[in-house]
């Protein structure tokens, strides 16, 4: 049922190396989102995309782009690894804004910054 | 920035117990919203709460929207073995982000 997939499932990159995770999906859905897991902070906001070449800021977007050029694909890049971005990136979609429409989340990519 | 507290962190349960978790704010949400996440998989909407006093159930679970609208719970009634697993909650505010608690971790007593 992966309406959404991400690659890679696993990563272990070296600091100062640039990293990006891609998002798909086959939904069609208009938003896509990046977020991060780490332990006690729950999931916090990367960035996030309203539609092909629309991107904007989340709550943790420091030393990380997007880019949305088609509708299916929404990639996260890391420009340059620190150890500090190691962690569990999730991606989510969602088919609109405003009331809660739900959002369906990747099965997510461990990424190591060794 | 708003941030959400969830209690508690963890919870060691037998099976057959229920169990009972909450999440409050120093902000009003318009949504609150209840995830269950399985080891390396993403979260999954369990329950979605609309309004103000709201007490909405989906099988064992059942969730309410405080009349505060700071506030929310989740219980969930005679535990079995695959309740196991990090529950999230989350507030859509004014403008529509999610805020995201920090989780409460089920685990089953050997």
């Known amino acids: 049922d992966a309406g959404i997939t991400q690659s890679p499932r696993h990563k272990v990159t070296e600091t100062g190396t640039p990293v990006t995770l891609r998002c798909h999906q086959t939904?069609?859905?208009?938003?896509m989102y990046w977020y991060r897991q780490d332990p006690g902070h729950g999931l916090r906001l990367i960035h996030y995309?309203?539609?092909?070449?629309?991107?904007d800021k989340g709550e943790v977007s420091d030393g990380y782009s997007v880019s949305r050029s088609k509708t299916e694909d929404f990639l996260l890049t890391l420009e340059s690894a620190t150890s500090s971005q190691t962690s569990v990136y999730f991606c989510?979609?969602?088919?609109?804004?405003?009331?809660?429409?739900?959002?369906?989340f990747g099965s997510g990519t461990r990424l190591t910054v060794v | 920035g708003q941030q959400l507290n969830q209690s508690p962190q963890s919870m060691f349960i037998q099976e057959g117990e229920d169990v009972s978790m909450n999440c409050t704010s120093s902000?009003?949400?318009?949504?609150w919203l209840w995830y269950k996440q399985d080891p390396g998989e993403g979260p999954v909407l369990l329950i979605a709460?609309?309004?103000a006093g709201e007490l909405t159930s989906n099988g064992r679970l059942t969730a309410q929207f405080g009349i505060t609208r700071k506030d929310s719970f989740l219980n969930i009634s005679a535990s079995i073995p695959s309740d196991v697993g990090i529950y999230f909650c989350?507030?859509?505010?004014?403008?529509?982000?999610?805020?995201w608690g920090a989780g409460t971790k089920l685990i089953i007593k050997p």
């Open positions: 902000s009003i949400f318009n949504t």
């Open positions: 989510a979609i969602s088919p609109g804004t405003g009331r809660y429409y739900g959002y369906t």
């Open positions: 709460l609309y309004k």
């Open positions: 939904e069609n859905h208009r938003y």
């Open positions: 989350a507030g859509q505010d004014s403008n529509y982000q999610l805020i």
């Open positions: 995309s309203y539609g092909v070449k629309d991107t």
